[in-house]
């Protein structure tokens, strides 16, 4: 296991398409977390997953997005209808959620809506 | 409202110097304190915590200081070296009150130079 995992790495898309995310979190974490970053800006906290249980989601998770973690293992983002202003880069991060551990995040996908 | 708050977006140092990175937060909740790195194109890399029941953690050329009365707390590098170059980001969690998501400042591009 080489660390958190995520697919495409690279997502340009019409406006109004939807696309999904993947991904795939180190193998005995428990905790599954979903950051969203624009330019200049740090990363910003969409959603968290404790297993197969979606525990909170921010306000910036419009009734567009819709994320899953069916099994408790890989997790899905999905964006309807993208608009020009969901371009960034989706970040997820998995960690034990034992305290005092970090959370490792993956590569991300940059997303470009055109 | 910015609860993570890094308000130098660039720093410049001489190689062999200590690099000096200030993080302010305005969350009296927050109990946990991370250190990320991010270099472009990739998610970011876990580099140091503190808890809130510490002032100091450090690991090798890492340290982090945490002043909890003034909200404050910064990451000394000493020496610096030119693999250092990149944008660290000082995020926080309110662990001990159920909360995991982390809240990220707007980074701060460090650049050694040779």
């Known amino acids: 296991d080489t660390g958190v995992s995520q697919d495409p790495r690279h997502k340009i898309t019409k406006r109004g398409q939807n696309v999904t995310f993947r991904c795939d979190p180190i193998?005995?974490?428990?905790?599954l977390y979903w950051y969203r970053q624009t330019l200049g800006q740090g990363p910003e906290f969409l959603t968290y997953f404790q297993n197969e249980a979606q525990l909170e989601k921010s306000r910036l998770l419009s009734d567009r997005f819709s994320a899953e973690r069916p099994k408790g293992s890989f997790s899905t983002l999905e964006i309807q209808r993208t608009e020009q202003g969901d371009s960034a880069m989706y970040l997820c991060?998995?960690?034990?959620?034992?305290?005092?551990?970090?959370?490792?995040f993956g590569q991300g996908t940059r997303l470009t809506v055109v | 409202d910015q609860q993570v708050k890094q308000n130098s977006p660039s720093l410049s140092v001489q190689e062999g110097r200590i690099s000096i990175l200030n993080c302010d937060y305005t969350n009296s909740m927050f109990d946990y304190f991370l250190w990320y790195k991010k270099y472009p194109a990739e998610g970011p890399t876990f580099l140091i915590s503190?808890?809130?029941?510490?002032d100091k953690n450090e690991d090798g050329r890492f340290t982090v200081f945490l002043n909890k009365s003034a909200k404050h707390l910064s990451l000394h590098i000493v020496p610096s070296q030119p693999g250092d170059s990149a944008v660290y980001f000082c995020?926080?969690?309110?662990?001990?009150?159920?909360?995991?998501?982390?809240?990220f400042g707007t980074g701060t591009r460090l650049t050694i130079i040779p």
């Open positions: 193998s005995e974490h428990n905790r």
């Open positions: 995020a926080a969690s309110a662990r001990n009150f159920g909360n995991e998501k982390l809240t």
């Open positions: 503190i808890s809130s029941i510490k």
């Open positions: 991060a998995s960690s034990t959620g034992d305290f005092g551990t970090e959370a490792f």
